[in-house]
């Protein structure tokens, strides 16, 4: 199993920047891709990114171009790099590992972007 914990959420202007982390751990070795999902209050779940083990990282098209997702192995961390940020990208932002086990997910972390 693997459990996953993320951070770096809050509040940042429109036009600004924000660094989530999803720090992972447990059967860490298994995880075959990490992802980054968001949902906003009466919306549903929006996938954003994701980075496989091995391959290229995909996007949402509604980020494609401002949201970078990225992973350090080194310190078991999945990163997503949120720039230009705009007040609909305002949600949770949860992160998802799949591995042999099935899927697991993080607790969330909040982005609001508001002036």
């Known amino acids: 199993q693997v459990q996953l914990v993320e951070s770096g959420g809050g509040l940042v202007q429109p036009g600004g920047s924000l660094r989530l982390s999803c720090a992972a751990s447990g059967s860490i070795s298994g995880i075959e891709v990490m992802e980054w999902y968001r949902q906003a209050p009466g919306i549903q779940r929006e996938f954003i990114a994701r980075?496989?083990?091995?391959?290229?990282?995909d996007y949402a098209d509604s980020v494609q171009g401002r949201f970078a997702i990225s992973k350090d192995n080194a310190k078991n961390t999945a990163y997503l790099q949120m720039n230009n940020l705009k007040p609909e990208d305002t949600a949770v932002y949860s992160c998802?590992?799949?591995?042999?086990?099935?899927?697991?997910w993080g607790q969330g972390t909040q982005v609001t972007v508001s002036s």
């Open positions: 998802r590992a799949i591995g042999p086990w099935g899927l697991t």
């Open positions: 980075i496989p083990s091995l391959g290229e990282p």
